[in-house]
Each structure stands twice: as structure tokens, then as C-alpha cells.
């Protein structure tokens, strides 16, 4: 049988309000996607290219040594489809790639228990928008114009991450591909409500087993919806089932993904699209802090320090979450507003800013985890001093990695942060340590739509 080529990309993202308090379903986190996307193009294998077994190769043509794989089987006893990485490196070392593997061995046995499909080998590419990973001084291009898809020239495992979520997009991406690819439409349709609801739930289970823990997932939700108000799943839908390949596992995922596994298996998170706006003439930016030291273990320490001070942190949670949410009915608001005066527009949005950092430094002060630290603090208060600034926020779990800014939508406001930032020079005493790093723009801005399927000729030069 000849399957179609599809492709499917989904969006990265940034939690600009509620990290950690999205961790508990009290609680929820203000996600916007953003417009760098990984898009994966599944296609069939050429039959000249010697594959006879049943496999599937995936590649990620912009990394070296990024080459997977795999062969697959039915498991006995309901196990699920078995996915075994197959390619070896000259050290007879098999080269992994847990995520990829992970979700392959989640879809096929997620497809394999609806019906049973021949699935044939299939080709599959991964690309990712450049802005996932810092470009190396070496390949920025002075005069001809820069490739959509950078070829980074360095193992995956050495790229530096800009925190968009490459392993959530990928996930999503990829899963929405494989579903897409091997399903009838009659089946599975990504571009329905139930098709990306089933792509949600499958896209969670696989990038938590893979992670090795359940996060809140606010990440694979932005990567399948795009922006939103998201309030997480109960985790113990996810961690009740048996691994991939015990008995039973086909059935139990396909009750996690449909959701009809009775009462405990039903999916209660909530995405609300309405009511998430970046006002016209605003936008988002990001800044990747690139200072090289980072504290571990942010997440376990805060909320042990919530367990040892329920009182405190209470009060301070509640007064967050109280910003957290006002701040997308502010955003709305200036949205909507007929006020012409930007100063007068956007004085709440630029008030709800200070409230809410002032409150993350009283956590970050209490808990002893420099969620703001100062180094961040007077990087946003630089930022801020810009008439052309909104306001700015470390997103998601904070430190040292990242802050995101809302500001005008124009070059010469582009152009004049782009500035103050190639001057600064970022210093950090983590653990006694001083790191110095430089600031940088990234060229992402928010997105409102999540999962997209895309024309498959588009990529046809990065595909072998
Ligand atoms: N372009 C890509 N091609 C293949 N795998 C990728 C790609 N980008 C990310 N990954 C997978 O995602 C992992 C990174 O995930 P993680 O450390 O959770 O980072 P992030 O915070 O960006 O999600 C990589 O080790 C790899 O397994
Ligand atoms: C603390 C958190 O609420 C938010 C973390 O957001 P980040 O955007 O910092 O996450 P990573 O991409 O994994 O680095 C944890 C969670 O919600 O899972």
C-alpha cells in the first residue's frame, strides 16, 4: 500500500506567568506559543535504499550523528508495539535518542491498538526552526541570506538549548506526523477537535515517560493548542499505567488516550483559548541568557520549601495567581481598548508586571531559590527603563536562563533593545562560581495556533 507523505509542525514555548504554581491543579499558567516550530515530514522509504526489515529511520539533518533506527514488532500478551534502536556508532555504542524512541514506540502501539495496520518502513526528518538553538559565532551569515533550517554542525547533545521546548514540540510533531501518516482519515484527523484531543493526550504520556517524570505539561498543550490559559492533568492519570511492552499495555494506553478508562483515567486538564491576547502594536520577546551556570533542582526545592511554610508560601501563591490571572484580562483589556495614548493603554499590563515580579522576588527571597535573582533583576529593570517596554518577567521556572519582555512592535524598538543588550554583560555568583555571559535576542514572537499540518514539498532540500 502507498501512504502519503505527510508533515506536521508544532510551536515552542514561554510560561510568562505561573511557573510552579501550574505544577498544582489550584492553580494556572499563562503559556503563549511561539513561532519557531519543529516540523517533522514522514514519508516512504525508497525502495532502492536496501531497507527489507521493518524499519523506520529518522533523521535531524542540522545535527551530526543524528541518524535513529529503529525496528519495531508487535509484543505478545497486548504489550504494545516493541520499538528497538537498531544503528551503532563506530564504537559499536547505540546511538539514542530516548525522546524520539519513546514517542515512536508510544505511537505505534497507541495505532496498533485501534486496528491492526501494516505499518511499513517510513522515512522520517526532523527539523527545527533555527531559534531553538544559540547559532554559533561560525555560522552567522554576514552576507548571504541565513538558511531556514541551520546546519549546526555539532552533535544534538552539544547544541545549547535556547529554552523553547524543542523536546515538547518534538513530541507533538512527531506523534501528530505518525498518527497522521499511518491512520485513515476516517480514523484520525489531526485537524479536528477529538484528533488533536487524542494528539494531547498521547503527546503528554509519551514526553512524560520519556522525561522519566510528570511535569505539568504546560508545554506539550502550547505545542498542541498553541497560547492559552492551561490548568494541568491530575498526574496519576499517567503514572497508574504498565510500562511499554508488559502485558496489557496496548489496551491501558489506548484507555489513557480516548480517555475511557472510567472515572480515575479522565482527562481533566483545561485549555482556554479566548481571553489570551498580545494587544496590536505589542509583542513578545525573548532573551537567552547564555551565562553558562545554572542551579539544578530549582523545582524540587521550591515546593519543598511550599511543604515546610504552608502558610507563607500560600499567601504569596495566592496573591501570584491573583496577578497571573489579571494579568491576561489586562492584556485583553488594552486589547480592546480605544485608548490611543500607549501610556495610559498600557499602565495596568505595566503595573501587573511589577506586582507580579515583586512577587516572585519575595518567593525567590523566602524559598532561597533565585527564581529572580539580582542579576535578572537588573537586567529586566534595565529592560524596563526603555520607554519602548511593556514590561518583562523571568518565565517559566526562572534563573538564569532566559527573561521575556513585552514590548512594541516596531523595528526601531527592536532595534534599540537589541542594543542595550549587546552591551551587557550578564555576570552570575551561582554557588560562588561567577559566570559571565552575554544577552540574546532571540528572533521568536508569540503564536497563537498550536499543531499545524504543512505542505510536505517545502522541505524537500533537507531531505535525503
Ligand atoms: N531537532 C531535534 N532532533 C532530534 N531530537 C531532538 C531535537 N530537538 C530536541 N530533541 C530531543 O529532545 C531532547 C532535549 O529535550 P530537553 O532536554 O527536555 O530540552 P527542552 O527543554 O528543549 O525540551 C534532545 O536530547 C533530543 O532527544
Ligand atoms: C517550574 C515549572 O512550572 C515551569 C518550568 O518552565 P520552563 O519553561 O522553565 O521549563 P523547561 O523548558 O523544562 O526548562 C515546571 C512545570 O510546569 O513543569
Not at 529518522?58 to 516493541?82: H, I, K, N
Not at 555560522?139 to 521546548?165: C, E, M, Q, W
Request: net charge negative.
Amino acid at each position: 500500500m502507498v501512504r502519503t507523505a505527510v508533515a506536521v509542525s508544532a510551536p515552542g514555548k514561554v510560561l510568562l506567568a505561573g511557573g510552579y504554581l501550574v505544577l498544582d491543579r489550584e492553580y494556572t499558567g499563562l503559556v503563549f506559543g511561539l513561532d519557531a516550530r519543529i516540523h517533522v515530514n514522514v514519508q516512504e522509504i525508497p525502495t532502492s535504499s536496501g531497507v527489507t526489515l521493518n524499519e523506520i529511520v529518522v533523521q535531524s539533518p542540522q545535527f551530526q550523528d543524528a541518524v535513529w533506527e529503529y525496528g519495531y514488532r508487535l509484543t505478545e500478551r497486548d504489550g504494545g508495539m516493541r520499538v528497538m534502536p537498531l544503528r551503532v556508532d563506530a564504537d559499536l555504542n547505540l546511538n539514542r535518542n530516548i525522546f524520539v524512541e519513546t514517542t515512536i514506540s508510544y505511537a505505534l502501539s497507541y495505532i496498533a491498538s485501534l486496528s491492526s495496520p501494516m505499518i511499513s518502513p517510513a522515512s522520517v526528518t526532523i527539523l527545527a526552526d533555527n531559534d531553538y538553538y544559540s547559532t554559533p559565532a561560525a555560522l552567522t551569515y554576514k552576507s548571504a541570506p541565513a538558511p531556514r533550517f541551520h546546519n549546526f554542525d555539532v552533535p544534538i547533545s552539544k547544541a545549547h538549548k535556547t529554552g523553547l521546548g524543542s523536546s515538547a514540540a518534538l513530541v507533538t510533531a512527531l506523534t501528530g506526523a505518525l498518527l497522521s501518516y499511518y491512520l485513515p482519515k476516517n480514523t484520525y484527523d489531526i485537524t479536528t477537535d477529538l484528533g488533536q484531543r487524542h494528539l494531547h493526550n498521547l503527546a503528554q504520556a509519551a514526553h512524560c515517560a520519556a522525561q522519566g517524570k510528570v511535569g505539568s505539561g504546560f508545554d506539550v498543550a502550547s505545542a498542541v493548542y498553541g497560547s492559552c490559559v492551561y490548568r494541568r492533568f491530575s498526574p496519576s492519570i499517567l503514572t497508574a499505567h504498565v510500562e511499554p511492552g508488559r502485558r496489557q499495555f496496548g489496551s491501558q494506553l489506548r484507555e489513557i488516550v480516548d480517555g475511557s478508562g472510567g472515572e480515575a483515567g479522565k482527562w481533566d486538564h483545561e485549555i482556554l483559548k479566548e481571553g489570551v491576547k498580545v494587544p496590536k502594536g505589542l509583542r513578545l520577546v525573548m532573551c537567552d541568557v547564555n551565562c553558562g551556570s545554572q542551579t539544578p533542582g530549582m523545582v524540587k526545592q521550591v515546593l519543598a520549601w511550599r511543604k515546610g511554610n504552608p502558610t507563607e508560601a500560600s499567601e504569596i501563591w495566592e496573591e501570584l495567581h491573583r496577578h497571573n490571572t489579571a494579568l491576561a484580562d489586562d492584556l485583553t483589556a488594552a486589547a480592546e481598548s480605544a485608548e490611543t495614548d500607549p501610556v495610559k493603554r498600557y499602565a495596568e499590563v505595566q503595573q501587573r508586571f511589577h506586582s507580579i515580579r515583586a512577587l516572585i522576588r519575595q518567593m525567590s527571597e523566602q524559598s532561597g531559590v533565585p527564581i529572580e535573582p539580582p542579576e535578572q533583576t537588573e537586567l529586566l529593570d534595565a529592560c524596563e527603563r526603555m520607554s519602548e517596554v511593556i514590561g518583562g518577567v523571568v518565565p517559566g521556572a526562572g534563573g538564569y536562563d532566559a527573561i521575556v519582555l513585552l514590548i512594541q512592535d516596531d523595528e526601531a524598538a527592536v532595534a534599540k533593545l537589541r542594543s542595550l543588550l549587546a552591551g551587557w554583560k550578564f555576570r552570575s555568583g551561582v554557588d560562588g562560581d561567577v559566570g559571565v555571559g552575554r544577552v540574546s535576542m532571540l528572533g521568536v514572537r508569540e503564536e497563537m495556533e498550536g499543531v499545524r499540518v504543512e505542505e510536505v514539498g517545502q522541505y524537500d532540500e533537507w531531505l535525503s
